[in-house]
């Protein structure tokens, strides 16, 4: 493995950041680190790379003990969210700074420079400054400096932040490229769901300090650990049921109490496309009303209001929508397809309970 934390953990005085996290990184992987601000990531990300010492724990870069081991010396290019280039050097002598402090040989370094210009679609503007590029060619610059030692691990930290939408969804696809090209273990801060759902191979989600949950991003998109992982990963519906002689009950849904004694609660969760949506009202055990369509592009995202005025978000492509014929104010029935029960931040569900349900196996077929 190319990089190893165990049990590390940071305070700032006596404030602390992070807890006991402890996770690795294959070599060749590309990793998010995700979460909301102040939950960790960066301060994560900085001890990997030598910028601050862990208050305990220990890090390992290759097998190695790295904790007393200075920044300099760890082999790892950083690129930070605001590029950080010297203004006052082109292109190629940005790129070309860090070897020179390595005391690369003049024509070694100009070998270097010019593969990176070639490798990341810099070529043309080696004589350029940065107040002369756009965004995403700063950006580019600034991993090109990074990788310009070949380094054994590159650390991003939010490295798209600065550039518009646009030049965001390219450079992510270009990162992709990139790293299937160098191989190089990668390991990215960012608090955008849908970067690091795209680019990476993994994601580690932490919420206040803590790592909540780590995975593909299919993992834990489909099989979210808690309720923090549910919500902030994508679209979620979270409901809160009562147990009543058996069942789970919230207005008109029922749902298997899941072991649970009556008078005590069950949390469920469950996406946008695991709803099912008809405008035979026969077709499904569910009416509701819909209320609002919201255009995602190919995809349509409904509200759906029941009679009780519960509110659950569905979603479906335009094509379905359209031979359904719905359109707002229209009555339809519907079904949860599936579901998961779901444990509070910090708490752990016993394994049989910890999965998806077809509602259909639960219930019978039509609930």
Same mark, same amino acid.
């Given at each position: 493995m190319s990089i190893e934390l165990r049990n590390i953990s940071k305070k700032f005085g006596e404030v602390p950041a992070v807890y006991g996290i402890s996770f690795t990184v294959q070599d060749g992987e590309l990793m998010a680190l995700l979460g909301p601000s102040g939950s960790g990531k960066t301060t994560v990300l900085r001890m990997i790379a030598g910028l601050e010492l862990p208050t305990d724990g220990d890090i390992f870069i290759r097998g190695q003990r790295v904790n007393d081991v200075p920044v300099q010396h760890r082999n790892i290019g950083f690129v930070f969210q605001n590029y950080a280039l010297f203004k006052s050097m082109n292109v190629l002598k940005n790129i070309a700074f860090g070897l020179k402090i390595k005391k690369w040989k003049p024509a070694a370094i100009q070998q270097r420079v010019e593969e990176l210009l070639s490798l990341l679609g810099l070529e043309g503007l080696a004589n350029r400054y940065p107040h002369q590029l756009s965004g995403g060619q700063r950006q580019r610059v600034a991993i090109a400096r990074a990788l310009a030692p070949n380094p054994t691990v590159l650390l991003l930290d939010e490295p798209f932040g600065a550039v518009d939408a646009k030049i965001r969804q390219e450079l992510r696809e270009w990162l992709v490229r990139l790293h299937h090209d160098l191989n190089v273990t990668t390991i990215f801060v960012t608090h955008d769901q849908e970067e690091a759902m795209e680019v990476s191979n993994r994601i580690a989600i932490f919420s206040q300090g803590r790592l909540a949950q780590i995975g593909s991003p299919r993992e834990v998109y489909d099989r979210p650990g808690n309720e923090f992982v549910a919500r902030f990963i994508g679209v979620m519906n979270v409901l809160e049921l009562a147990v009543s002689n058996g069942v789970a009950r919230l207005a008109e849904l029922e749902f298997p109490a899941h072991g649970q004694a009556d008078g005590q609660g069950v949390r469920i969760g469950f996406r946008p496309y695991a709803v099912q949506v008809s405008s035979d009202l026969t077709q499904y055990r569910? =009416?509701? @009303? &819909? =209320?609002?369509?919201?255009? $995602?592009?190919? %995809?349509?995202? !409904? #509200? $759906? *209001?029941?009679?009780?005025? !519960?509110?659950?978000?569905? =979603? @479906?492509?335009? #094509? #379905?929508?359209?031979? !359904?014929?719905?359109?707002?104010?229209?009555?339809?029935?519907?079904?949860?397809?599936?579901? =998961?029960? &779901?444990?509070? *931040? +910090?708490?752990? %569900? /016993? /394994? #049989?309970?910890?999965?998806?349900?077809?509602?259909?196996?639960? !219930?019978?077929? +039509?609930?």
């Amino acid at each position: 493995m190319s990089i190893e934390l165990r049990n590390i953990s940071k305070k700032f005085g006596e404030v602390p950041a992070v807890y006991g996290i402890s996770f690795t990184v294959q070599d060749g992987e590309l990793m998010a680190l995700l979460g909301p601000s102040g939950s960790g990531k960066t301060t994560v990300l900085r001890m990997i790379a030598g910028l601050e010492l862990p208050t305990d724990g220990d890090i390992f870069i290759r097998g190695q003990r790295v904790n007393d081991v200075p920044v300099q010396h760890r082999n790892i290019g950083f690129v930070f969210q605001n590029y950080a280039l010297f203004k006052s050097m082109n292109v190629l002598k940005n790129i070309a700074f860090g070897l020179k402090i390595k005391k690369w040989k003049p024509a070694a370094i100009q070998q270097r420079v010019e593969e990176l210009l070639s490798l990341l679609g810099l070529e043309g503007l080696a004589n350029r400054y940065p107040h002369q590029l756009s965004g995403g060619q700063r950006q580019r610059v600034a991993i090109a400096r990074a990788l310009a030692p070949n380094p054994t691990v590159l650390l991003l930290d939010e490295p798209f932040g600065a550039v518009d939408a646009k030049i965001r969804q390219e450079l992510r696809e270009w990162l992709v490229r990139l790293h299937h090209d160098l191989n190089v273990t990668t390991i990215f801060v960012t608090h955008d769901q849908e970067e690091a759902m795209e680019v990476s191979n993994r994601i580690a989600i932490f919420s206040q300090g803590r790592l909540a949950q780590i995975g593909s991003p299919r993992e834990v998109y489909d099989r979210p650990g808690n309720e923090f992982v549910a919500r902030f990963i994508g679209v979620m519906n979270v409901l809160e049921l009562a147990v009543s002689n058996g069942v789970a009950r919230l207005a008109e849904l029922e749902f298997p109490a899941h072991g649970q004694a009556d008078g005590q609660g069950v949390r469920i969760g469950f996406r946008p496309y695991a709803v099912q949506v008809s405008s035979d009202l026969t077709q499904y055990r569910y =009416r509701a @009303m &819909l =209320r609002h369509t919201y255009f $995602l592009g190919i %995809l349509l995202r !409904l #509200e $759906l *209001e029941l009679p009780s005025g !519960l509110v659950i978000r569905a =979603r @479906m492509t335009k #094509e #379905e929508y359209s031979l !359904l014929g719905l359109e707002d104010g229209r009555e339809v029935s519907f079904q949860i397809r599936q579901y =998961r029960v &779901l444990s509070k *931040e +910090g708490s752990d %569900l /016993p /394994p #049989e309970v910890a999965v998806t349900y077809d509602v259909s196996v639960s !219930l019978g077929e +039509g609930i």
